[in-house]
DNA sequence: CTTGACTCCGTACTATACTACGGTGCTTAT
DNA sequence: ATAAGCACCGTAGTATAGTACGGAGTCAAG
């Protein structure tokens, strides 16, 4: 099993060590293992945590957020029903935001096959032409 | 063609004043009509344009890119292969999130499932068990 | 024609999410 | 065993995206 210190963990995920403390402090990283140096010490589910939290940022969600994305489990302690309800909420949730990337795809699509045909629009904005949030 | 203040495009759009007021700052509002005592002047354009903002927000979109996607058109100025090639890179982006989102809602509905089955998974974070970024 | 709600503006403050700094202590390749 | 490169920590600073304030002017219902 691979072992990491802060610094290539932040490389292989693409963020700043500073970040990783960060995340740390705010309970959004699990405290690490330490070598008697204090070095903090990762492994492969470390770094698939963080590169979980890098995109899920990119996707539009708050770190508040993702820390509840990563909490949902069902455990000794958490009861299905509560879970079941709050994944829904969850699911429900993602399901408007990739309708709406939708809406957003076939009109970038649309645009793109009037670039082919060489059309030349209106001066009115395309997308909010053919989208209504 | 109904009319509106600041305060009813705000209120319609679920935002605040202020808030209008930045956007027209940062310029991704054009300066609306004004009435002889300056108030602003707004019209179903105007709210369709922040209630996209909006969305698009909540979608993972910064401000600097919404603009860019409100910039997408083709007219006098802009030449059809400049904006073919942004709107494709734009619809690249897009595609992936939708990618990506679609796999994290294919693992929360494995949760939901092992919630009816009322299976107690281990304590392992279950997003992070099936996705890997 | 008053009065309560709305709008004007600039400026200052806030929350979230980092990012930089700086002095000190490890690690590791030579 | 030394030196370049990491890591330690707390604290302070930054960027983005708002949010609040306050005094003055405007709107419109009664």
Known sequence: ???YFVGQLANEAGINVETVRYYENIKLLPKPKRRKSRY????????????FI?????????LKEIKELL?????SQAKCGDVKHLTEHKLK??????KDL??????L????EQ????EVSSEECPILESIEF
Do not use: H
């Open 71 to 75: 909490e949902l489990k069902i455990d």
């Open 40 to 51: 903090r010490v990762y492994d492969e589910s470390d770094l698939a945590r963080v590169k």
């Open 109 to 112: 699509i649309k645009l793109i």
């Open 115 to 118: 670039c082919i045909n060489e």
């Open 54 to 62: 890098v995109r899920a940022k990119e996707l539009g969600f708050t």
């Open 1 to 3: 099993m691979a072992e």
């Open 93 to 98: 949730d993602i399901d408007n935001r990739i």
């Open 102 to 107: 939708r809406k957003i795809r076939s009109v």
